[in-house]
C-alpha cells in the first residue's frame, strides 16, 4: 500500500526532475547563441548547477523506484520554437529574458507543487526549495542583461 506520503514525494519528485530537464534543455539552447562572454558564464555555471539538482532527483526518485519524467513534449517544443525565433536576431536582452522568464515560470510551478504536495517528505521538499533557490539566485544574475 502507497502512503500519502511516499505518493506525494514521488509526484513532487516527478515535477522536480521535469522541470529541471525543461531548464537544462533552455539553457543548452541558449549558451550558443549569446554574445556576452560574462552572460555566457551565467549560463553555463547555472545549467551546471541544474545538473547536479537532476542528478539529486534523481538519486531521490531511484530510491523510490521512480524513473522520473520527461517534460511535456508540447511545452519543450514550444519553447525550443520560441527560443530560436526570438534569438534569430536576439541580444543578450532577449536572451536573459528567455531565462529569466523561464525561471519564473519554474518558480511558481515548483511552488504550486509544493503546496499541491503537502505529504511529501522533507528531503524532497528541500531539494524543490533548493531549486527554487537556483533559479532565483539565476534570475538576478541576469537582471543587469534586462
Partial sequence: MTTPEHS?????????????????????ELIPKVNSPALEEILTQSRMEHENLRAEAEMQLNKLKDGGKNPNPMAA???????NFKMMNGSDH???S???????????KLNQYLDKYAAADSESKQLTSRIISAE???TAELERYL
Avoid: H, Q
Fill in 136 to 138: 532565483e539566485k539565476l
Fill in 8 to 28: 506525494d514525494t514521488a509526484k513532487l519528485l516527478r515535477e522536480c526532475d521535469a522541470g529541471i530537464k525543461m531548464g537544462i534543455s533552455s539553457l543548452g
Fill in 94 to 96: 532577449d536572451a536573459a
Fill in 77 to 83: 517544443a514550444m519553447s525550443t520554437l520560441k527560443t
Fill in 98 to 108: 528567455l531565462a529569466a522568464n523561464g525561471c519564473t515560470m519554474g518558480i511558481k
